[in-house]
């Protein structure tokens, strides 16, 4: 089946360094990625939408300069925590959908980054 | 977009079959119903999506009845391994759109 890689798992680093994130789908091309945000306890939040060779789109209240989204290609998408600190320290995670995009294939999400500022 | 009701939790023991009701009163025409799982410290993994009445697979039924305002994911003979949070979504069925999550079930099987 689909899979979505995420990679690193984990990172740790000080405040004020710039973490990226990649999402690569294996086996299928996704011309639109998604970003979620998972703090603990709680829901998924959609951060944003990657879009092959254009701009992301950002949900309100998400600082564009702050999350750096690039998807240079059909099958990975970077997110780029800029100037990273304690606040940012969260579980971010990826997803894509195969095929057109429509309902009819599911979203398969990535396993996540655990994301620590000290 | 349609928003979804679940219960917060659900306590269940081994073997048992365990049912999750979803509501989505607003369900759009087009819109799809798609069932999430998820572990701590994972990725949400798709279980089960249907359109209406019922949809079978090797791990989960869902069950959508005509009217469609809400839906409700079986589990049949569950294990502890199935302890997770299970998230109802509707899905838009439109190119390059998002899956919006709510709180979704978190499900605690005991043995």
């Known amino acids: 089946g689909a899979v979505v890689s995420q990679h690193p798992s984990r990172v740790i680093c000080k405040s004020g360094t710039s973490v990226k994130i990649e999402c690569r789908s294996l086996d299928f091309q996704a011309t639109t990625m998604f970003w979620y945000r998972q703090f603990p306890k709680q829901s998924l939040m959609l951060m944003a939408t990657s879009n092959e060779g254009s701009k992301a789109t950002y949900e309100q209240g998400v600082e564009k300069d702050k999350f750096l989204i690039n998807h240079a290609s059909l099958t990975l998408s970077t997110l780029t925590v800029t100037s990273a600190h304690p606040e940012d320290s969260s579980f971010y995670i990826c997803?894509?959908?195969?095929?057109?995009?429509?309902?009819?294939?599911?979203?398969?999400f990535g396993d996540g980054t655990r994301l620590s500022i000290l | 977009l349609a928003k979804t009701t679940q219960p917060i939790s659900m306590d269940s023991y081994e073997g048992q079959e365990v049912n999750i009701t979803c509501s989505h009163n607003n369900i759009a025409t087009n819109d799809y119903i798609t069932w999430y799982q998820q572990f701590p410290s994972q990725g949400p993994r798709f279980i089960i999506q249907?359109?209406?009445t019922k949809v079978t697979n090797e791990v989960a039924s869902l069950f959508i009845p005509a009217d469609r305002k809400s839906s409700t994911l079986s589990l049949p003979r569950v294990s502890l391994s199935d302890t997770a949070v299970y998230y109802c979504l509707v899905v838009v069925n439109q190119a390059g759109t998002a899956l919006i999550f709510g709180k979704g079930t978190t499900l605690s099987v005991s043995s």
């Open positions: 249907g359109y209406k």
């Open positions: 997803s894509a959908r195969e095929g057109a995009g429509g309902a009819g294939q599911p979203q398969h």
